[in-house]
């Protein structure tokens, strides 16, 4: 498939049918995560793959963190939702940002270069998928449930970056819509 049809075939998907995902298509698509670029080629990503029991427990640990935010007044937004569709979706990606390296600490901008190629791993997912007939959904209400989902995870080195559900798609929404180029771009050729 084209880039960038991939591209413009892209949705984020909200039903997926009930059908797994063997191992072999998730590593496919973990294989064209390790492909984006990193700062200094860091590749400063780790992914926890959660299928099954692991990854309704992720779903319930979403909403046992809801349930106590509510409790105490707060608002959770669409967390509650997303949480169902982790339990619906065959396969969630957990994926985290590897500590910070001694010769980066004090530089301010060392978090966001690591998470910049964590994000482009995450895009190059979401594309293969596309590519494999397949469909994804990126999660960040997942930081509802940030300290539960580290410690059950084990990994308080590390950064929780962003959640991603994949599996076989069971709708095809219409495009959401964007901001025009126009609208988004300021063009400069002179320093005047
Ligand atoms: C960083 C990031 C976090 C997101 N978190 C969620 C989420 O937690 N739950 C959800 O339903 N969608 C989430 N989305 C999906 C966005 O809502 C979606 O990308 C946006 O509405 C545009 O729709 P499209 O992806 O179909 O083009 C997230 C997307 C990104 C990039």
């Known amino acids: 498939m084209n880039t960038l049809d991939a591209i413009a075939a892209r949705r984020s998907i909200r039903r997926f049918k009930s059908d797994p995902l063997d191992r072999a298509t998730i590593e496919r698509l973990l294989d064209a995560a390790i492909q984006a670029p990193s700062g200094k080629n860091r590749q400063p990503w780790r992914f926890v793959v959660l299928t099954e029991d692991a990854r309704t427990h992720l779903a319930e640990l979403i909403e046992q963190s809801c349930e106590a935010i509510r409790d105490q007044g707060g608002n959770v937004g669409s967390a509650p939702a997303t949480a169902a569709i982790i339990r619906q979706a065959p396969a969630t990606v957990v994926f985290f940002g590897l500590p910070i390296p001694e010769e980066w600490k004090g530089f301010e901008g060392a978090r966001m270069i690591d998470v910049q190629g964590i ?3 995450i895009q190059n997912v979401c594309l293969a998928a596309v590519d494999l007939d ?5 999660i960040a209400d997942i930081f509802y449930a940030h300290d539960a989902v580290v410690e ?3 990994r308080p080195e ?3 970056v962003a959640a991603l559900s994949i599996g076989h798609p069971d709708e095809s929404p219409d495009a959401r819509p964007r901001r025009s180029v126009d609208e988004s771009t300021d063009w400069m050729a002179t320093i005047d």
């Not at 397949?134 to 990126?138: A, H, M, N, V």
Request: glycine share 14%.
């Open 158 to 160: 590390e950064d929780l």
């Open 152 to 154: 059950w995870l084990g």
């Open 119 to 121: 994000s482009a791993a």
């Open 134 to 138: 397949l469909g994804s959904l990126w």
